[in-house]
């Protein structure tokens, strides 16, 4: 079963509204409508908070949900979000000193400059993503 059902049956076994709940932890009720209708998923604190809420285990909230299992371990895998990170810092600075070595070396070509210049900020969006997604 998914978690989006296991949610929606522990609040109305509960007796709680969405309201209810969105307000006990701290969330908009527009929230909880999405983590039941599998919109989207919670992150773990809020996992462990509904958890407590519906008098619920975690291993019974969460076992057999593949989908909610790999959302949890992409939010939480500290590792692998750094090598993104450090990934996506490599990529700029590469692309920044490859826009540096053109202008100098190539002053008359600016559509070498262009296209370079357009790699940079792709780059730097990459960058940017990855920094927003860890904070």
């Given at each position: 079963?998914?978690?989006?059902?296991?949610?929606?049956d522990?609040?109305?076994?509960?007796?709680?509204?969405?309201?209810?709940?969105?307000?006990?932890i701290?969330?908009?009720?527009?929230?909880?409508?999405?983590w039941?209708?599998?919109?989207?998923?919670?992150?773990?604190?809020?996992?462990?908070?509904?958890?407590?809420?519906?008098?619920?285990?975690?291993?019974?909230?969460?076992?057999?949900?593949?989908?909610?299992?790999?959302?949890?371990?992409?939010?939480?895998?500290?590792?692998?979000?750094?090598?993104?990170?450090?990934?996506?810092?490599?990529?700029?600075?590469?692309?920044?000193?490859?826009?540096?070595?053109?202008?100098?070396?190539?002053?008359?070509?600016?559509?070498?400059?262009?296209?370079?210049?357009?790699?940079?900020?792709?780059?730097?969006?990459?960058?940017?993503?990855?920094?927003?997604?860890?904070?």
């Amino acid at each position: 079963m998914e978690i989006g059902k296991k949610l929606k049956d522990a609040r109305m076994k509960s007796g709680f509204t969405q309201e209810t709940v969105a307000e006990k932890i701290n969330v908009s009720r527009q929230t909880i409508s999405n983590w039941e209708n599998e919109k989207s998923y919670p992150d773990i604190i809020s996992v462990i908070a509904l958890s407590d809420l519906y008098s619920i285990s975690l291993d019974d909230l969460l076992k057999g949900d593949r989908e909610m299992m790999e959302h949890l371990e992409e939010c939480t895998n500290v590792v692998k979000s750094t090598q993104k990170l450090i990934g996506a810092i490599i990529l700029n600075a590469v692309t920044v000193i490859l826009l540096i070595a053109l202008s100098m070396l190539l002053p008359d070509k600016s559509y070498y400059l262009l296209v370079v210049f357009c790699l940079a900020i792709m780059s730097s969006s990459v960058l940017l993503y990855q920094i927003i997604k860890r904070i």
